[in-house]
């Protein structure tokens, strides 16, 4: 067995509808648990999304903004709430498809501070892996040394993840082939980028951080997600980037196959 897991990660926007609060995507779920057990690959953590779920109510409750009053409380307790609970029907997805999944809550082993991991325990997540389980995790609302409390985004986690258990690779899964020259679903003329070097990825950072205001994202909103992951691409572990809504492209990718998307290295 190898002893370098792959790290895949769902997007929010996958796996629930996110222009609908609290709706999960069954099909799509599903199918993906499906595409998962054909691959059969080990060692696999799963890391997902928040969508229609987590994002709502920590947007409601202004979560992001930290423990500004009390009113907060009940905002933090149910944007956790609604994260496992879709975190129970991703697992549910999983076990029918006799995957060894266990949930793991992000808020249960990592605090941050000002937003970014501070400390985090992997003991759990790496004692799960080398016993066969698949540890499957989440954007989730962590308490912050700073702050009070802060939503930890499911990239972050990502990123940290590979990075401090040696992953093989990151396999994110999104709704659209990749990262594009602007964003394909208001641009026809949008490119696909299907090789991007870390340097390359820092240039754009830098020309869009450099950019007013009123300049568009040249990766059409993506280019936060992918950003987080640089640490990790630093690190040595390549990133792939792929629509996860495509049937069998997750199956394909989990296999090695060649697949249309982005690869990060």
């Known amino acids: 067995m190898k002893t370098k897991p792959i790290i895949l990660k ?76 879709l975190n129970a029907m991703v697992l549910d997805a999983l076990i029918s498809h006799n995957i060894p999944a266990v949930a793991v809550q992000p808020s249960s082993f990592i605090i941050t501070k000002s937003d970014r991991i501070k400390t985090i ?36 986690l990502v990123s940290s993840l590979a990075t401090q258990l040696a992953a093989e690779c990151i396999i994110v899964g999104v709704d659209v082939d990749g990262l594009y020259t602007s964003d394909p679903k208001k641009d026809k003329t949008a490119k696909l980028i299907q090789h991007i070097t870390l340097q390359e990825l820092k240039k754009i950072q830098h020309e869009v951080k450099e950019a007013t205001a009123t300049v568009t994202d040249v990766t059409g909103g993506m280019l936060g997600k992918i950003s987080e992951l640089i640490p990790a691409v630093e690190a040595g572990i390549s990133v792939l980037i ?24």
């Open 10 to 85: 769902l997007g929010g926007s996958v796996i629930t509808h996110k222009e609908k609060p609290l709706t999960i995507n069954n099909g799509a779920i599903r199918r993906l648990a499906y595409e998962i057990s054909q691959a059969n690959v080990s060692p696999l953590v799963i890391v997902h999304g928040g969508g229609s779920f987590g994002h709502p109510i920590a947007k409601a409750y202004r979560i992001n903004e930290g423990f500004k009053d009390s009113s907060q409380m009940m905002g933090f307790s149910k944007t956790h709430q609604a994260m496992t609970k």
């Open 121 to 156: 325990d992997n003991k759990v997540v790496k004692k799960l892996i080398e016993t066969g389980f698949v540890p499957v995790l989440y954007g989730d609302a962590v308490l912050d040394s700073d702050k009070g409390f802060a939503i930890l985004s499911g990239d972050q």
């Open 242 to 265: 792929v629509n996860a809504l495509k049937p069998d492209n997750v199956y394909k990718t989990l296999k090695g196959q060649e697949v249309v998307g982005t690869l990060i290295e």
